[in-house]
C-alpha cells in the first residue's frame, strides 16, 4: 500500500531519451526530476505520476502549491519550453551519445591505470562514472578533486562502499552532459583521461595540465542537440 516515489534528478534526460529503465511504467506511482542535468534545461525540477486517482493528484497539487512553493518561476517557463522541444527533436540521440561517452571515458580511465569502480558490470549505463583513489575516509577523493580542480578539471569528492566520512571520501564522481552537450566524442574521453592520469598518476604539475585542458574546451565551444548551434556559444 506504500506510495512508490522514484528520485529521477538526476537520469531525468536519460530516461525522457529512453536509454535508461522506465519507472512510471515499471510501477512507480510519482517520479521527481530536474531539469537541469541529464536534461538540459533551465535550473528547475519536475514531478509526474502516472495516477488516476483524482484525489491523490489532488493531494500532490497542493503539496506543491502553496505546500511547498510559491511561485513556478515564469521568467524559466519560455526556456523550457524551447528544452522540452528541442530534447523531441534531438533528445534521443544526445541520450545516448552521454552514455556511450561515459562509457568511453571509464574504459580510457580503467586502462590509464585508474581503479574504476563496477568494470565488471560494464563500468556504467548512465552519464557517471566512479573512480576509487585511496582507501576508505582517507581524504584521497578529495585530494584529487583538488589536484585536478588546479588542472581546470571540475569533479565531484564522493563517498564509496566503505566510507563514512562525507568530508573525507575515498572517491570521485564523474560526469559527462555538459562534455556531450558541447559536442565530445569518444575520442575526446581518450584525451580527458590522458589529464587525468597526467595529473593524478604520472603526478605532474596540474598548472600544465590545464592549458591543454584548456585547448580541448576551446575546441569544443558550441551547444549540440539544438535548433541551430552555428552560432550558439555555450561559454560566452
Known sequence: GATVVYDAAHVLGLIAGGVFQDPLREGADVMTGSSHKTFPGPQGGVIISSSEDARFQKRLNNAVFPGTCSSYHLHHVAGKAVA?????AHGSSYAQDIVTNAQALAQYLDKSGFEVMAKERGFTQSHQVLTKHGEPDDGSGKIAAKLLEDAGIITNMNMLPGDTKAMHPSGLRLGVQ?????????????TVA??????LLDDEDPSLVKQDVYDLKSRHQSVQYCFSHSDMRAYS
Open 178 to 190: 555538459e562534455l556531450t552537450r558541447v559536442g565530445m566524442k569518444p575520442n575526446d574521453m581518450k
Open 194 to 199: 590522458e589529464c587525468f592520469q597526467r595529473v
Open 84 to 88: 522540452l522541444a528541442e530534447f523531441l
